[in-house]
């Protein structure tokens, strides 16, 4: 029984340090992302949206 509270308490805690270290990294690639989405041609999400029933 104590065993698993341990390993799901160790699970938490490397989803936690997992996700700031996501959090971190999306920081420094958010001018590529940018730029990405900046080069895409705005028909690419415009067209193709169907609004019948």
């Known amino acids: 029984m104590a ?3 341990v ?5 938490i805690a490397a989803a936690g ?3 700031c ?3 971190q990294a999306m920081k420094h690639m ?4 940018k730029q ?3 080069s895409l ?3 690419a999400f ?3 949206y169907y609004r019948g029933g």
């Open 41 to 43: 041609p705005k028909s």
């Open 3 to 5: 065993s698993t509270v």
């Open 17 to 19: 340090f997992a996700g």
């Open 7 to 11: 390993a799901v308490g160790l699970t």
């Open 36 to 38: 990405v989405f900046r």
């Open 30 to 33: 958010e001018p590529q992302v």
């Open 46 to 48: 415009s067209g193709g």
């Open 21 to 23: 270290y996501v959090l």
